[in-house]
């Protein structure tokens, strides 16, 4: 299942996401009562845009406080290539009118590529931040990448399988008190998938109110085209 902004094409399942917050704060809202998937940019219409389907809230799923998620299919002919928005039907709390929260996703066409050559280009890695004061709960910030020549095509090709492609990260404790001689005691984060996406970027949210000052390695792994690419080790610091 990929995420809104993992270039989706038609039969993909996507993972659509709505988080609320108050201020400032996750918060759940009294009920999200539906959700509402338009087509845009329908030169056959009159207002340009229709109505494609209707999703009952029983198909909405909470995943946390103020974090809500469908996951929708795109089959033909109901879904095409083109711009849609996703429209959620929510009563912020009990007594209150509807409110429309309105974001939008693509669905992309297919990217084929025919060459006997195999996939031998390759992939770089970057974070942010490499510091960390402790107790906080921040976001890594992980961008991916693609060392391929710039041929428009190929690069377009590259960019895709970035953004597409499944990535993961590891986190062990490298330096600082009380370090386990055990390597499985000082890995804390093993092959997790980064699940929020958008584009060539990755975003995991590390909560670091239990864990030792010192330094961390923090490596990816990312699966494409058959291909595992696996990232030299990078180190952040909390302190």
């Not at 299919?73 to 009990?94: C, H, K, M, Q, S």
């Not at 986190?171 to 055990?182: D, R, T």
Request: hydrophobic share 35%.
């Amino acid at each position: 299942m990929k995420d809104r902004n993992q270039n989706p094409v038609v039969g993909d399942d996507i993972l659509l996401k709505l988080f609320t917050r108050n201020s400032n704060n996750l918060a759940d809202v009294c009920s999200i009562e539906s959700v509402e998937i338009w087509k845009l940019d329908c030169d056959d219409k009159p207002d340009k845009r229709y109505l494609v389907e209707t999703i009952d809230k029983s198909c909405v799923t909470q995943t946390g406080t103020g974090s809500y998620q469908i996951g929708l299919g795109t089959e033909a002919p109901l879904y095409t290539i083109g711009r849609y928005e996703d429209i959620w039907n929510v009563i912020f709390r009990d007594g209150d009118d509807v409110t429309k929260v309105v974001q939008d996703f693509k669905i992309y066409p297919d990217l084929w590529i025919t060459s006997p050559t195999p996939v031998v280009y390759s992939f770089d890695f970057s974070f942010t931040p490499n510091r960390i004061r402790q107790g906080s709960i921040k976001w890594l910030i992980i961008q991916i990448h693609p060392n391929v020549p710039r041929a428009t095509d190929l690069q377009r090709y590259y960019e895709n399988i970035a953004i597409s492609s499944d990535i993961k990260i590891s986190i062990e404790q490298n330096c600082g008190q009380c370090v386990p001689a055990e390597r499985d005691l000082r890995l804390i984060v093993e092959n997790e998938l980064v699940t929020t996406r958008d584009k060539v970027y990755a975003y995991y949210k590390v909560d670091t109110t239990d864990w030792d000052c010192g330094i961390y390695d923090v490596w990816f792994e990312l699966d494409f085209a058959g291909n595992k690419e696996i990232s030299p080790r990078q180190q952040f610091q909390i302190y």
